[in-house]
């Protein structure tokens, strides 16, 4: 599903133009990520948690020419589904 298809998803849902879905997501999107950039932690209840975690620097190969590289170390954002979020995908 891209962008595009969410918005029309969320006007249909909701009862409002798509203008203004495409505001509120952008909103709740501003949001989600500013609360990980300073918090480190967002938790939906029943949906589930996004967090930032730091990942180690990590040897890898070029698959071009097998040479060890050294991967730096970064923060990524992972996911964790809530009971909810698992119970309605089974």
């Known amino acids: ?21 495409e505001k509120a997501l952008g909103a709740f999107l501003e949001t989600v990520e500013g609360t990980l950039v300073q918090e480190g932690k967002l938790t939906l209840t029943g949906f589930g948690t996004f967090l930032v975690e730091q990942r180690g620097e990590r040897t890898g190969r070029n698959p071009r020419t097998g040479d ?11 996911f964790r589904p809530g009971k909810m979020l698992k119970e309605a995908v089974k």
């Open 1 to 21: 599903m891209t962008k595009a298809e969410l918005v029309g998803k969320i006007a249909e849902k909701t009862g409002l133009n798509k203008a203004s879905a």
């Open 68 to 78: 060890e590289i050294k991967i730096p170390a970064a923060k990524v954002v992972k």
